[in-house]
């Protein structure tokens, strides 16, 4: 079966992409401006760490030192890049 992305080649690919588990870097939000403010206060701001917790429909993040829940449709609007923390 084929993925639909690979986070670990640091080329951003959306939220939705990454696995369960996954520790992220934000890169960039394609959204309207309103929507990237919100997410932005939220707390996914460009450079800011993101674990993905759970996917799905909804997905669950750790971000900023809290849980937050994204629908999947707002979860593709945040690009990421894998997180290598053991260089």
């Given at each position: 079966?084929e ?21 992220v ?11 990237c ?19 799905g ?31």
């Open positions: 079966m993925k639909k992305g690979n986070a670990k080649s640091h080329q951003p690919v959306d939220l939705t992409q990454v696995g369960s588990g996954a520790e870097r934000v890169r960039s939000l394609e959204c309207a401006p309103g929507t403010q919100r997410l932005r206060e939220m707390g996914f701001c460009e450079n800011a760490l993101v674990r993905k917790i759970r996917g429909a909804d997905l669950v993040c750790w971000v900023c030192g809290t849980r937050v829940a994204l629908s999947a449709r707002l979860a593709k609007q945040i690009l990421v890049e894998h997180v290598d923390g053991r260089s």
